[in-house]
């Protein structure tokens, strides 16, 4: 059992020599995690494999600690199986299963190993499931991705919904074991959206990859680009101008707004209360509009560079943002004061879809569905980057783990963005708004961990002799959440699936890559 | 109830006018149609073509080409031109009914044309379109369900998106097509009744966008299914996609 002296730290979106993570067993490995993990308020921002051989794997894990701000590494290395970590360390689960299809090992034990993204190993020849490599991989068409987890009996029956489902939203199959209204299970099947985006990183950064980290989930563009722009500063031992700091920060907290704005809107439209639903339509659209005067795209698409921001924003437009931010910002309280104020709406939004706290904990939910269940973690506070350091956002916390929890969570993120925005707007740091980023670090470990609107965001990066990129990791927060949405479903009416969906918003794509 | 109809009475009437009346102003930094002015181009000079992350621009003997279906309308090819020869305007209208007229190349550019006549009267007063997204990022797909809300409210033309393809006149595509969709993509297309329409929204329906030649995608829409009508942009700005099917119905009349 390593000791803590042992353990390799950094802080967020500083480096390491990569051959300075320690590497233990197996067994040391497992016990480190469970140690790192239990019962305080550490968390696992990404445990990955990398290829190390022919036959073997390393696997690395990156823990979290707010106490101490500090991010920790360690390593193991495997070959074609190895004994799995979740039935010890639940939140592993998700990882595992990535790992497994990935690079065809098999955690051995895992109780639910099945694809995530249904796509081919990236070592030819090898399958965790024994699939062939000539054969096509298809999500929902073909065991395992079939095998979902089925009740059975007379009375019981199966609803299948996606990859098209009714709504103008992305692909995913949700798969749901009812009896009458009541459902048992809901199992998610995702990879749809696959598309291929760690596998295009290597090698780089090139001429694609901000683009890649702009559209992995295009509506986090700001979140994983300034993630990416971050993770390259550090890399290259340098910082974004704090004026450049200050805007992408204003940026992200735009993001946030419109999306929180949004949702809150379609959480209305989804137990029919149209006023709300209608307002809120139209307000997301300010907010976009707002992030559309600072860099010409409504989704904040050529704001965030590694280096600092593409656009400056002038006393005249930090003006106009200023009267918008205000503007919108009293247009959503009254929107939104209906929904808190109407006891047809409280009514299907309290008590529905409640989480446990520590059914939060152990399964790792980040963001505001683990806010919304008590669990105070928030990147912006707790591993501070950008202007964060300087200025702070109060974390937003409500208790009852239910859909008005995580409604009322992103009513309260947006009541507190506004001040943060107009006293950044009214008080932008002097000088430039970009650097040059020079070479990255070489034979080096990064991560950068952003607080997007749904929750932490986590980028590594591992650089090799020429400083380029050997290995790329994006977690998005929609990886650590979707089993939340799942476990959120049992015994709840299906009925109350769209308006639980809608109180998470996952992303897809985020997820798929 | 009183506290819903005062804050109705606040937050007012927000429909646009348009196209009957003037379309809302696009940001100063919002970037249209764009074009590049050959004549600044020095002899030999490769920055644009090599910096585009899409490879959307192509240097031909005597003018540039800049294929608006590959386009994400970033700002790298600006940044790298030392002469200023590229700019985006402010020009929102960008509907091409063919592939080919989304490659500018100087000459005049050919948008969309109306459906024919029998189509028209079918379709001119009801459309009613099913979404399917294949592999897209989410930024196509909030812009497009923003049509649905009250500033630009797309019901007022008769245009819904449907459940279900069974009730649908046409699909709306975005996304590039990932593998993992195809088959959903071409059933969702089968179970469409005939006449049927297909339109590709943003780079990465038209081109594949950031994932061009990715071998997880199929570099758009026209590689499963015949497209008749391609909106571009990485999203297209939701008065683009108005545009564009109001064009398709023949209820925006004027050429660019």
């Given amino acids: ?513 | 109830m009183l506290k819903v109809l005062r804050e109705r009475m606040n937050q007012g009437y927000r429909t646009m006018s348009w196209p009957a009346g003037a379309p809302p102003e696009m940001p100063d930094r919002y970037r249209g149609l764009p074009a590049i002015d050959a004549t600044r181009c020095p002899d030999g000079c490769r920055e644009c073509v090599d910096v585009c992350p899409t490879d959307a621009i192509e240097r031909a003997p005597s003018s540039m080409k800049l294929d608006l279906g590959k386009c994400l309308f970033c700002t790298d090819c600006i940044d790298a031109c030392p002469e200023g020869a590229i700019e985006f305007s402010s020009e929102f209208r960008m509907a091409f009914d063919k592939r080919a007229s989304l490659v500018l190349d100087g000459k005049a550019v050919e948008m969309a044309q109306a459906l024919d006549e029998k189509a028209r009267r079918m379709f001119g007063r009801s459309l009613q379109l099913r979404q399917v997204s294949a592999g897209g990022c989410n930024a196509c797909e909030a812009d497009i369900n923003v049509l649905g809300t009250i500033g630009f409210d797309l019901g007022r033309f008769g245009i819904h998106m449907v459940a279900s393809p069974r009730h649908a006149d046409g699909l709306v595509i975005t996304g590039p097509v990932t593998e993992n969709m195809r088959l959903a993509l071409e059933k969702t297309y089968a179970a469409t009744p005939a006449p049927k329409f297909v339109i590709a929204v943003g780079a990465c329906a038209i081109s594949g966008g950031p994932f061009r030649d990715h071998p997880e995608q199929n570099n758009g829409a026209d590689s499963v299914l015949p497209v008749d009508l391609y909106i571009p942009g990485c999203p297209p700005h939701p008065m683009t996609i108005l545009d564009g099917l109001l064009r398709m119905l023949g209820r925006v009349e004027e050429r660019v």
């Fill in chain 1, 1 to 513: 059992m390593p000791s803590p002296d042992d353990l390799l730290r950094t802080s967020n979106c500083q480096p390491v020599a990569l051959a300075d993570v320690p590497l233990l067993d197996r067994d040391g490995f497992a016990a480190w995690l469970s140690g790192e993990l239990d019962g305080n308020s550490s968390g696992l921002s990404a445990l990955f494999g990398v290829p190390q051989s022919a036959h073997s794997v390393r696997l690395y894990a990156v823990t979290n600690h707010p106490r101490t701000a500090e991010l920790r590494f360690m390593a193991t290395d495997v070959g074609e199986s190895y004994v799995a970590f979740t039935p010890e360390i639940p939140r592993a689960h998700w990882f595992e299963r990535e790992i497994a299809e990935q690079w065809g090992i098999v955690p051995e034990g895992h109780p639910w190993l099945k694809p995530i993204r249904s796509h081919h190993a990236y070592v030819k020849g090898r399958d965790a499931w024994g699939r062939s490599s000539e054969d096509a991989i298809l999500p929902s068409v073909q065991p395992p991705g079939t095998d979902y987890f089925k009740v059975t009996g007379d009375e019981i029956h199966e609803v299948a919904v996606g990859p098209v489902h009714a709504g103008v939203i992305e692909p995913g199959h949700f798969r749901f074991q009812c009896h009458g209204e009541n459902v048992f299970s809901l199992e998610i099947e995702l990879g749809f959206q696959h598309r291929g985006i760690e596998r295009a990183l290597l090698g780089g950064p090139d001429k694609r990859s901000l683009h890649h980290m702009e559209t992995l989930a295009g509506d986090t563009t700001i979140g994983h680009s300034t993630a990416y722009s971050q993770l390259l500063e550090g890399l290259a031992g340098i910082e974004a101008p704090l004026r450049a700091q200050s805007i992408r920060c204003v940026a992200l907290e735009l993001e946030r707004l419109a999306n929180h704005t949004g949702d809150l809107g379609a959480l209305a439209m989804d137990v029919g209360f149209l006023p709300t639903s209608s307002f809120c339509g139209r307000l997301r659209g300010d907010w976009l509009n707002a992030s559309a005067l600072i860099c010409g795209n409504r989704f904040g698409r050529s704001l965030a560079r590694p280096g600092g921001s593409r656009w400056d924003i002038d006393e005249g437009k930090a003006e106009e943002l200023v009267a918008r931010t205000n503007a919108a910002f009293e247009d959503v309280t009254g929107a939104v004061e209906l929904l808190w104020n109407t006891p047809s709406v409280r009514s299907r939004f309290d008590g529905c879809g409640e989480i446990p706290r520590t059914l939060a904990e152990e399964l790792g939910l980040v963001g505001m569905a683990a806010r919304a269940c008590g669990i105070g973690r928030d990147a912006r506070r707790d591993f501070p980057f950008g202007i964060y350091r300087f200025s702070q956002v109060p974390t937003a916390i409500w208790h009852t783990g239910d859909v008005f929890a995580r409604a009322y969570v992103r009513w309260l993120e947006i009541d507190r963005s506004v001040p943060f925005v107009l006293e950044q707007l009214q008080s932008l740091p002097r000088g430039e708004i970009r650097r040059d980023v020079g070479s990255l670090q070489p034979d080096a470990l990064a991560v950068s961990i952003t607080e997007g609107w749904r929750g932490e965001i986590c980028h590594v990066a591992i650089t090799d002799s020429d400083g380029r990129f050997a290995h790329y990791k994006v977690v998005d927060p929609s990886f650590h959440n979707w089993i939340g949405l799942a476990m959120a479903l049992r015994n709840q009416g299906i009925s109350d699936f769209p308006v639980n969906n809608k109180s998470f918003n996952l992303s897809y794509c985020g997820h798929d890559l």
